[in-house]
């Protein structure tokens, strides 16, 4: 069985296939935290997939990713999508900075931003423009934001989920 799953995944991967099922993701309206009021702003959207397809994908991605790195193509500031990279290991870089300035008795200046709407999707030129910006090749990232061709939504008020096309 699990030679027969590798020749399917294998065939997905050479022909660029999209399994019409893989085309589907479903998207949950969570609220934060748990205890939350039911108001629209304390709800945050999560999408989810089956897990051979988030492992597929998450390859593949891997390997766009590790040839940007190989090429120097991404910038180690950056905490997304690099690996040993998160908000861990920036808020440790802060955290540092912040004591060197006390320590030193040095002024520190910074600012941030409060990300509405951080959690929205993409559209799918400007993914694709990202990508392709990148270097990657223009087969490859279709193949890619194909995948997101559909989302089942669903809201805890709803009967049924909604179906949205992208």
């Known amino acids: 069985m699990v030679a027969e799953a590798y020749e399917c995944l294998a065939t997905i991967r050479q022909d660029r296939h999209i399994p019409a099922a893989w085309k589907w993701k479903r998207k949950w309206l969570v609220p934060i935290p748990d205890d939350a009021s039911k108001r629209i702003q304390d709800i945050r959207p999560i999408t989810l997939m089956e897990v051979l397809r988030k492992l597929w994908t998450g390859l593949i991605v891997d390997e766009g990713t590790s040839a940007l790195q190989r090429y120097s193509a991404l910038s180690l500031s950056q905490y997304v999508y690099l690996p040993h990279h998160g908000t861990d290991t920036a808020n440790l870089q802060l955290l540092n900075t912040l004591e060197l300035a006390w320590e030193e008795r040095k002024p520190l ?19 694709v423009l990202c990508w392709q910006r990148l270097g990657l090749p223009v087969k490859i990232v279709q193949w890619l934001v194909d995948l997101d061709a559909y989302i089942l939504d669903y809201s805890p008020h709803s009967l049924c989920p909604l179906q949205m096309g992208y």
């Open 109 to 127: 200046y910074g600012c941030s931003w409060d990300m509405s709407k951080a959690f929205e999707s993409v559209s799918k030129p400007l993914n």
